[in-house]
């Protein structure tokens, strides 16, 4: 676990480490070059650059801390990856069930597997559920598999926006989060696709 610089949360916890690109929000992935820093200096869970794994080390970490506190779940992953083991998916839910003293961010870009695993089980009270929208193409798709499963929150993180995403189903979101991409690479946002995604927001009563 450690401390993070992202605005909406307090911690970070990575259970799992590496990911794999399937989208365009992909393209410039900060996680990707970091992993690549945490291999040079030879940090667990990076032996293999951002080659996906799961990091049992890591696993009881939130049962340190006994002061409630706000986790976002595998910055540098995704927690439905297509090579997490289900049994250890499942090993990560028993964590957040007997810590309900804490907040549990789950951010996916998986939406298909988020939704086959938690429509089958109740998703406990402290997790928010959300995911990635970069894009009209892949990104507006996940937010119908979001809006139908129940969480404490639904959010969006809009972030790489990418292009204008026109008029956006918000229906049973809370939240969303929107920003451009970092770094010397970045590729340009239009403040304009920004405002009318607040416009919609406001006019919807959601979290901006």
């Known amino acids: 676990m450690s401390k993070t610089k992202i605005e909406w949360t307090q911690q970070t ?8 690109k399937i989208s365009s929000g992909c393209k410039n992935c900060y996680a990707e070059t970091m992993a690549n820093r945490l291999q040079a200096m030879g940090v667990v869970g990076y032996e293999n650059g951002f080659k ?4 049992p080390s890591r696993l009881n970490d939130p049962y340190k801390i006994k002061e409630s506190t706000v986790f976002f779940v595998n910055s540098m992953s995704d927690i439905f990856h297509e090579d997490m083991p289900e049994e250890y ?11 309900p003293y ?13 939704y086959e695993y938690l429509s089958k089980r109740p998703v406990p009270s402290n997790v928010w559920l959300g995911v990635t929208v970069e894009n009209k193409q892949q990104g507006l798709p996940r937010i119908d598999k979001l809006r139908n499963l129940q969480a404490s929150v ?4 809009i972030e790489p926006l990418l292009e204008d995403l026109g ?4 229906e049973n979101i ?12 970045a590729r340009p946002m239009d403040k304009e696709w920004v405002v009318r995604i607040k416009q919609q927001c406001d006019t919807e009563g959601i979290a901006f």
Not at 52 to 55: E, L
Not at 167 to 170: P, Y
């Open 154 to 157: 639904l959010f969006l993180s």
């Open 167 to 170: 008029e956006i189903n918000l």
């Open 89 to 99: 998916l499942d090993m990560i839910f028993e964590v957040i069930e007997k810590t």
């Open 102 to 114: 804490h907040t549990y961010q789950i951010l996916t870009k998986r939406a298909d597997r988020m």
């Open 52 to 55: 996906f794994n799961t990091v």
């Open 13 to 20: 916890w990575n259970p799992s480490a590496g990911c794999s």
């Open 174 to 185: 809370d939240w969303v989060i929107v920003g451009g991409e970092s770094g010397n690479r």
